[in-house]
């Protein structure tokens, strides 16, 4: 009975962790679990925070800025490289002549790898010595995902990639089946933010709605789940270890006119 217990808990963190990674739908574990969505509508930290009477990133919410998606076929890395409606986590030379985008969701422990045994290597060979404009947007997967997402877009840009950092490598302290707004706020006070702050940015239906485009106009480019990655606008649809990505950034470091017009796909 002990064994069997055992290996269901084993199963149900499993599951908790792919979750986090799979784009166009979660495993479901209750039959209560949306996917792909983020949810707002939980209790707040405060009393002050009031319960919203809809998701607002449900698929359903808002649906006069939310039509339905086409995936775009071929698409160019001007239609990669286009502003959203949010400003986007950006580090590294702007004239690089790599630009490495990363769509990642916070509970995804695939892109907690690539940050801790990726990104580090990254930042110091290719970021550092302006060779590669590394670029964040936003992807989350699950109800979890999407409140600390909140919390992290609520925080000062200065501090984004610091608390971005801090919610992959703190991932067992606040990743659960259920959302939980006290383990989520606590690592955002690591960076400063407070629970007034966050109560607010919460409530702030502008930026959910803007996140909700990001995402939205991540899978018209063809994001299925995080990490996903275009490199020079080539969509790349897995994580990648550093070995794989020193292979497709070099030769466009040496020969920068290797950058693709359309951004082709690499599975």
Same mark, same amino acid.
């Given at each position: ?12 963190? /499993? ?36 319960? !919203?009477?809809? &998701? ?13 998606? *086409? ?6 890395? #001007?239609?990669?490289?286009? !502003?959203? !409606?949010?400003? *986007? $986590? ?13 769509? #990642?969701?916070?509970?995804?422990? $695939?892109?907690?790898? $690539? ?9 110091? &060979? ?49 990743? /659960? ?38 995402? &939205?106009?991540?899978? *018209? ?7 996903? $990655? ?10 990648? &270890?550093?070995?794989?990505?020193? *292979? ?11 950058? #693709? ?7």
């Amino acid at each position: 009975m002990a064994a069997r217990g055992g290996r269901w808990l084993l199963a149900l963190a /499993s599951a908790l962790a792919l979750a986090g990674c799979a784009g166009e739908g979660m495993v479901s574990l209750e039959p209560s679990m949306s996917s792909d969505v983020a949810e707002t509508a939980s209790v707040g930290v405060s009393a002050k925070a009031p319960r !919203p009477s809809v &998701d607002p990133f449900s698929e359903s919410a808002a649906p006069n800025v939310r039509p339905l998606r *086409e995936v775009i076929q071929n698409p160019t890395v #001007a239609d990669v490289m286009r !502003p959203g !409606p949010i400003p *986007e $986590f950006s580090i590294g030379r702007a004239e690089a002549p790599v630009t490495l985008i990363k769509y #990642a969701s916070l509970t995804c422990p $695939f892109c907690k790898r $690539f940050q801790s045994d990726v990104f580090p290597t990254l930042k110091r &060979d290719y970021i550092d010595t302006g060779k590669v404009r590394f670029i964040i947007r936003e992807f989350p997967i699950g109800k979890t995902s999407g409140m600390a997402t909140i919390a992290l877009r609520c925080a000062p840009m200065s501090r984004y990639l610091d608390l971005y950092g801090r919610y992959l490598a703190q991932q067992a302290q606040w990743v /659960s089946q259920e959302v939980r707004i006290e383990p989520i706020l606590k690592v955002a006070q690591g960076v400063g933010l407070t629970a007034e702050q966050f109560d607010s940015c919460r409530q702030n239906q502008g930026m959910i709605t803007a996140l909700n485009q990001v995402k &939205d106009r991540g899978r *018209e480019l063809g994001v299925i789940g995080t990490p996903n $990655f275009f490199i020079n606008g080539r969509l790349v649809k897995k994580a990648l &270890d550093l070995k794989e990505l020193r *292979e497709m950034i070099d030769p466009l470091v040496e020969r920068p006119a290797l950058a #693709a017009t359309p951004a082709s796909v690499a599975r």
